[in-house]
């Protein structure tokens, strides 16, 4: 007796922890893999919701923040390079980047708004030149390493999920200057 209720609790919590531990919205987060420089970059995901501000600037720059302590290296990207992400499963219909140009002590807006572009998409990759930030030409320090926190807000029929990573550029003044 005390066999058959052990094996059945065990199924209960089994079946239990298999479909009832989903993220927010019984929906998972897809996995991605961002390529930039050659090298894996890591990333923080996040659902969106309807009545989610996706421009607050404080959780933005604790986001960045965070990526900044978390990764003991980042990867150098220069700006004439591509950087490509993979969706693991179904590719979003749309994808649009918001590109900060960012201090590397907290992840605050160095200079105003982020740029904002849609990505396209080849098969399950999107794939875009990280290119100058407009604001990049605000900043007087041309020398040393640069940093751009990068939001990818994906969108599916039904949802939303954002992906954000940083990468460290060197500024290259126009030939001009």
Known sequence: MFKRILITLFLLTALISLFGCKNEGGLDVPNVTIIGGGKTIGYHKTIIKKDDN???????????KG???EQSELVLVKADETIEINFESIPPKKVILYDHYIHESDGTNKFGKANVREIQFDGNTYSFKLGRASTELLESDLSGYK???????????NYEYEYAFVVKTL????ASS
């Open 54 to 64: 996706v421009n607050n600037n404080e959780k933005i720059a604790d986001i960045f």
């Open 67 to 69: 990526l900044l302590v």
């Open 147 to 157: 940093y751009r926190g990068l939001r990818l807000r994906c969108e599916w029929d």
């Open 171 to 174: 500024r290259i003044p126009d």
